[in-house]
Each structure stands twice: as C-alpha cells, then as structure tokens.
C-alpha cells in the first residue's frame, strides 16, 4: 500500500462522503439559484426582530444581522449588541440587499438606533456570559491579548486590520477561526471542572454534549465552529451509545447534517475553508512521518494543499511558505491558547504570558507576510512540477525541486526601492498616500490614504523598513486613517501633522498611537525644512486657522536636484487665495481632483505634470473641468486609478 492510499478513507467512509457532498452540492445550487432577496424600500424604517449574529467589526465600525419579519437587514451599531436579544431598529434603509460573511440581506440600515427589548435567553445567553466573561478577564486590550480574544472565543474585535492581514498573508489567520483544537481544549477543561461529573466516558460524553453549545454560541455560531462542534457531538453521542465513530464519517455527518439545517453554510467561504482544512489534516495526519516535527510539517502541508483551491478561487494568491509558518506558529498557539484559557478560568497570572506568545505570533506573521504570495498559474506549476519529480532520479529531484523554487521566487520579487530623489504617488484607493525616497533607504511619507492594509503593503512592495518622516496633511480619513497601522509595525523617525482646531476618529487614532509608540509629533510652523538626502521638504503652509479641515491641508514643496513638486493635500479656494504665485514643475492636485479648487490657481502652479491621486468613488472626482484647466494650462495629468502607482523622478 502506498503512502497516498494509506492516507485515503475506507470504501464505506468513502461514501459517506460522497452523500455529503451530493447534499451540499444540491443545497449549494437551490441557494444560489435563489439569487439576492428582494430589497426594501429605500428610506426612514423602524422594525422589531432578534439579532441573529456577534457584533462584526469592519473598516467602518460595528454591525450586526437583525431577523424580523421584513427579513434579514444589516444594521450599523455604536457598540456590541448580544447575539439572539429581541430589538426594536430605527434608521434609514438604503433599499440595496446584498452578501456579508454568506447571510443574505435585504438592505443596511444606518443613522439610526438599536433598542433591545429583551435579553438573550437559554444556550445563547450562556454563551454571551462566557463570552463576557472572557472578555473582561482579558481587558485592556493589546495586541497580544486581542489575537488570545481570537484563539479563545474567535473574538477578532481587538486585532487591529493590518495585523490580521499580515496573519492573512502569512497562512496563519486560520488560528482566530475557533474550529477542532479549540473544541477539544474546551472539552478538556470542562471535564477538569467538572469534576466528579465527568469520571467515565459515558459522563464525560453528557457533559461535553451539554456544554458544547454554549461553547458554540459564546463563538458567535461562526461556521467553523458548528462544523467541529458537530464532530465533536457526534463523536461524544456514539460513545455514549457505546459505538466507535471513525473521523471520516463525523465530517461527512457533520456536513451533510449542517448544509440540509442551515442551508446557507454551503455557500459561507469559512464553512468551505473549514472544511477543506479537516480533509487536508485527516490526510496529513495518516502519512507516514519519522518524528514530531515531521508529523506536524505533514498536517501543516495537508492542510494548506486542501484549502488552496478554495483560497485561490477567492482571493486570487496563497502564501508560499505557509505550511512552514504553520509548522512554527502551532505550537505556540497551543501554548497561549492553553495558558490563556487557565489564566481565564481563575490562574490570572497566567494571562500576560499568554498574551506576549500571542505577540510572537504576530511577530511572525509580520516577519512572513512580505514573502511571495502564489497565483493559480504559479500552484498550478508547482504541483505539476511535483509530480513530474517523481519520475527524476532522487539525486535529480532535489535539484530540480531547488531551481523551481528559485524561479518561483524570482518571478514573484518585490518591487525595487524607488531611485534616490524620486516621489512615489501611490494608488491607495480614494485618498492620498505619498512616498519621497531620498537615497540610502531614506523615506518620508506624506499621508496614509483610507486603508491600512493598503498602505502596508506599498511600503512592503517597494523596500520600506524605515520612515524618517511621517506627514498627515490634514484630518480626514482618506489621509490619516492609514498611518496608525504603520507606527509601531515599522520605526517612524517623527510626525508632522496638521490637526488642530480639527479632529476626526482617525485622527484620533493617530495621536494615540504616536503617544502609544512615544513617536514625537508636531505641527510644523511655515518656513520649516527636512532634508531627506537627494530631496529636501519645506513647509508653505497652512498659514492661519482656517473653518474648513481641507484648508487647514499642510502645504509642501518638495525640491529635487533638478524638479520641484507642490504637494497641495485638500486646500481648497479660500487656502489657495493665501498662496498667490506659487509655482513648481510637478502639481499633487488637491482633493482628488474635486472641483473645490480656484481654476486660476490651479493653471497658474504652471506645472508640467500633475498627478491626480484617487480612486472608485461616488463624489465625482475627479472634476473634468479640473483636468481641462490643467490641461489647458498645458500640464500633462495623470491619474492613479488609471496608471497605479506613479513615480515622479525630481533629480
């Protein structure tokens, strides 16, 4: 018998997993056929109905799913609402249904209020206490004890984006989905706690029956969750029976069970992760292995091979290193995992260790989230390669596996760092970022756009491991909102920063993260200048309080060896009117182009190139007359959402 048949389910598992999948297939195709639920009339709406999910927390704040009669809506909220509570909504509807983490929608509801009329009750109010309890026994929050939130209760709330984005990037983010370790850690405890209840299979198989849906619902009911819950249960229910259950069949049960009650599961891409990863690891954990390590790069390995698919088909890429990283990562998620539930149980001393090991985590994550990441084409040629390998001498294969890997590597190289004296406007989306490179891994950057991530993975892209100099022009989140998630993930030198008489939530942000980090930061008066090497930054601007926050914009001028660039952040007309005569060879038009801007002004920077710098958007920048002006002037415009990142050389 060879290794792969080793591996595989016996004939009878084997079709039990093919009922499984025909349930999930016909389930999947009667849901989608179904298409998007009819949207509700746009406008002022007031309904009653149960929260049917956690409070989720996205880029722009909280929100959680409220089931009435009208159906499912999405509703905005400013703080946690607990899962199965009776609430009365109030707000506006924007009448256009939708998708989010697989539950159908028949509008979002914004601008208003939530109102709960009663509180939770039976197995999801005991889920809400332990997930409370949890919660508090890990406050205040850092990063570390925020991702042990994640590999507790699969509470995310405290990871910051850019975070849980590198764990993305780097095969890891798995580890916050509460699935099979997580369960049995659960069981284990609650036996330990359980004491005397729990002497004999037959007791432990009632206890562990009884508490894993409290389990489950303190989890929020995510979709990994249910599938290893349900494993668990039915493993726990044959032993009490006195039958043996083998893990093929629970997992065809279990999905075949879930998909028919829940219908919407099997279109839910955690659903489909989760269980993809559970074939990859029954596979991995049944080849043949010579030591622990072994074992452990084994199921690592199975499981990314089996979820590559479905991560390819829905975000397009897959780490290339993630079975290692996974290999390094497991054990100490086992660890803080381990320590933070006794630390929570009643050990407290128990939960900073836990947290700095979580810290690690991310640490890594950080440390791998920069290597390649693989296409269809690039898996496709790799296991190809693989099985073509077979065939080579064993000397052969080796190398020939090396020189693939190499090629690999080199096709996926990151970006160069930007020639000294060049000025990166990079693509961002519908906001402002902006990369000075003056030589010598010397950089300055002037705003952050709307996203971390984003922002991130510029910086990533092109060598930055050092900011010199870091600028937010003004308050607003399409410039500010990214810069927090860089300070503290790589040294920032100092800040330069226009925020007063103004201040948004991201600005906010900003100032506490500086404070938090101890990152000096000042608001530059007029006249002032840094010298970054092969270009030098000098301050025109703004030159008194003015009642608009895109006015009160930090004016630059950027002076190369051989070019000049006036970087005009969001200064409108009245800001402008205190600039007369100003001129310079390259124009950042202000405000993405909106037609806020005084056409004179504009045409009389004379400049010979002027980069407008933004993204899909509902506000109509930018202004044709804007670029009309411009081009008049004769200055060529170019635009990041048609170019993408657009390098300016200034000498």
């Known amino acids: 018998m060879t290794r792969w048949e080793a591996a595989l389910p016996s004939q009878v598992e084997r079709g039990w997993l093919a009922v499984a999948a025909a349930i999930w297939v016909v389930v999947a195709v009667v ?82 209020s939530i109102e709960v009329l009663a509180e939770p009750g039976g197995i999801e109010a005991g889920g809400e206490m332990i997930r409370a309890r949890v919660l508090e026994r890990l406050e205040p929050f850092d990063r570390g004890r ?123 891409v955690g659903f489909q992760l989760s269980v993809a990863a559970t074939i990859g690891v029954l596979f991995g954990s049944r080849w043949p292995a010579r030591s622990r390590i072994g074992k452990a790069a084994s199921i690592a390995v199975g499981a990314q091979l089996a979820v590559a698919p479905v991560l390819l088909f829905y975000f397009g890429t897959i780490p290339l290193i993630s079975p290692v990283a996974n290999v390094l990562a497991a054990p100490l998620v086992t660890i803080s995992t381990l320590a933070g539930s006794v630390g929570v149980i009643g050990m407290g001393g128990l939960i900073d260790p836990a947290a700095s090991i979580a810290g690690w985590l991310l640490d890594l994550a950080h440390a791998v989230s920069g290597w390649p990441q693989l296409g269809p084409a690039h898996f496709i040629a790799i296991v190809s390669a693989s099985v073509l390998l077979r065939r080579f001498d064993s000397w052969r294969a080796p190398l020939a596996a090396g020189a693939a890997l190499v090629a690999v590597f080199l096709a996926l190289a990151p970006i160069s760092a930007p020639e000294a004296g060049t000025v990166v406007v990079l693509d961002v989306g519908q906001g402002d970022s902006i990369l000075l490179a003056g030589g010598d891994g010397r950089f300055a950057l002037v705003d952050g756009g709307p996203d971390p991530v984003v922002v991130v993975d510029k910086l990533r892209a092109y060598r930055v491991t050092h900011i010199e100099l870091m600028v937010a022009t003004h308050v607003h989140a399409d410039h500010v909102s ?59 601007g703004p030159v008194r309080r003015y009642a608009s926050p895109n006015d009160q914009s930090l004016l630059l001028m950027v002076t190369g060896a051989e070019r000049t660039m006036l970087l005009a952040g969001d200064v409108e007309t009245v800001a402008q009117s205190d600039h007369p005569g100003l001129r310079a060879d390259v124009l950042k038009v202000p405000h993405q182009g909106g037609g806020t801007s005084d056409p004179i002004w504009l045409a009389g920077v004379g400049a010979a190139e002027s980069v407008i710098s933004v993204g899909p958007n509902e506000f109509g920048h930018p202004a044709q007359w804007v670029i009309d002006v411009l081009e008049e002037a004769g200055s060529v415009v170019r635009r990041t959402d048609v170019e993408g990142d657009i390098p300016i050389p200034l000498g």
């Open 31 to 112: 849901t989608t056929s179904q298409g998007a639920p009819a949207p509700l009339p746009a406008g002022a709406i007031e309904v009653e109905g149960t929260v049917a999910s956690p409070t989720y927390v996205g880029p722009f704040g909280r929100w959680v799913f409220v089931s009435s009669r009208e159906g499912t809506v999405l509703v905005e909220v400013d703080s946690d609402v607990p899962r199965g509570a009776r609430v009365r909504v109030g707000g506006i509807a924007d009448g256009r249904p939708g998708v989010a983490r697989g539950t159908r929608y028949r509008s979002t509801v914004d601008d208003g």
């Open 146 to 268: 925020g991702l042990l939130a994640g590999f507790l209760i699969g509470d995310t709330t405290a990871v910051t984006r850019v975070d849980a984005e590198a764990m993305r990037r780097a095969g890891l983010s798995h580890f916050t989905a509460v699935s099979g370790s997580n369960v049995v850690l659960f069981l284990g405890l609650l036996f330990l706690v359980t004491g005397p209840l729990s002497l004999g299979p037959r007791r432990r198989a009632v206890v562990g029956l009884a508490g894993l849906p409290f389990y489950a619902a303190a989890t929020g009911f995510e979709p990994s969750v249910l599938r290893a819950s349900v494993m668990a249960g039915l493993v726990l229910a044959a032993r009490l029976v006195g039958i043996a259950i083998s893990p093929w069949r629970a997992l065809a049960l279990a999905v075949a069970g879930l998909t028919w009650l829940v219908p919407g599961l099997s279109t839910s």
């Open 482 to 540: 990214g810069l927090s998630g860089l300070i503290g993930l790589m040294p920032v030198g100092q800040i330069w920063a226009a925020l007063e008489p103004h201040d948004t939530p991201g600005s906010t942000e900003l100032v506490a993260a500086a404070e938090k980090h101890e990152v000096p930061m000042v608001t530059p008066p007029v006249g002032s200048r840094f010298d970054l090497g092969a270009l030098v930054i000098e301050v025109l």
